[in-house]
Structure formats: C-alpha cells, structure tokens
C-alpha cells in the first residue's frame, strides 16, 4: 500500500474512532511512521484528505452496488445488512455517523461530498428495496426512499447504540429489520 493510501486509511479508522475534529496531521503522521510534512504533501488540508476518505467509501459503495446488480433484493438487503456487521465487527461506527456530528464544522467541500455519499447510500438501499416490494419479497406502507432512509438510520444509530449496550442488542436489530421487511 502507498503512503497516500496509508494516510486515507488511518485517517478513516481515527475519524471513525475519535472524530473528524479530535485528530491532526501529526496524529497521522505517527501512526503511518512519516513526517508531518509527508502527510501535506499528499493533502494540503485536513479537508483535502476527508474529501479523499469520503471518495474511498464512494468508491466502495459503487463496488459493492455493482456486485450485487444480479443479485436478489434479499440478497442486497443481506449485503448491504454485512457492512453494518463489518462496521461493528471493528468496533467502528460509519463514516456519516462519525462526520455527521462533525457537520456544522466542515468545509462546505466536504458537507457537498459526504451529501454525495448519503445520496448514493440512499438510492442504492431505495433500489433494491423497491425492488425486493414490486416482487412481493419486502412489504412495507412507505415510500422506498422514506424506508431507506428509516433503514439507515436504523443501522446508523444500532451501532453507536450498542457501544452503550448490549451485543445482542445489534443482532436483535439485524434480526427484526429482515423479519420487518418481509411479513405482510
């Protein structure tokens, strides 16, 4: 991996860990075992190297959507269900979670970015969602985006819960979401 994808990476986990607010460029720096100086010359500003963590799960989204366009509703719902699991797995909350507390304080480039994302993230759980209703597999009274939105949040919100909580709560959540979608 190079130092530019290391940087993006340990920027990731310690936005996801402490904040966007809580870590600097020598806290990056440490943790890749460069200088300060290095970690500029990749990204000029601390909202340069957001944007780029931002575009990294963009780009993972888009991998995993287009992975999953064969694949049943169900299927996707499955996997779109796993990366919450991953998520939590790492004792990490998501990337809009962590900024989105954040929000009042990034630059605007960064708001418009992570908007992008949480618009690609909504359109991608709407299509399969309206899909798996047009099919008959999910059954719900409310408008496809209005459930994904519910959804994600749902799955948002579980995992900074269960650092709270119980673990069983965040399986229990898994659990009622699939049993939800799919009882008339």
């Given at each position: 991996m190079n130092t530019r994808a290391q940087i993006i990476q340990h920027a990731d986990k310690l936005i996801r860990n402490v904040g966007y607010n809580a870590f600097s460029f020598v806290d990056i720096a440490r943790s890749?075992?460069?200088?300060?100086?290095?970690?500029?010359?990749?990204?000029?500003?601390?909202?340069?190297?957001c944007m780029a963590v931002i575009q990294y799960h963009i780009d993972h989204l888009k991998a995993t959507r287009e992975s999953t366009l064969q694949q049943?509703?169900?299927?996707?719902?499955?996997?779109?269900?796993?990366?919450?699991?991953?998520?939590?797995?790492?004792?990490?909350?998501?990337?809009?979670?962590?900024?989105?507390?954040?929000?009042?304080?990034?630059?605007?480039a960064v708001q418009e970015k992570l908007q992008e994302f949480s618009a690609q993230m909504i359109d991608w759980v709407s299509s399969f969602?309206?899909?798996?209703?047009?099919?008959?597999?999910?059954?719900?009274?409310?408008a496809a985006r209005t459930k994904a939105i519910m959804l994600i949040s749902g799955m948002l919100a579980i995992v900074q819960l269960t650092r709270l909580t119980h673990e069983e709560d965040f399986r229990l959540m898994i659990k009622a979401v699939k049993q939800e979608l799919q009882n008339k």
């Open positions: 890749v075992g460069i200088k300060k100086p290095s970690v500029h010359h990749h990204f000029p500003h601390k909202a340069d190297l049943s509703p169900l299927q996707q719902l499955e996997r779109f269900l796993a990366i919450y699991q991953e998520i939590k797995a790492q004792q990490q909350i998501c990337i809009v979670g962590a900024l989105s507390t954040d929000y009042n304080t990034l630059e605007p969602l309206k899909a798996g209703k047009t099919e008959g597999t999910f059954h719900f009274k409310q």
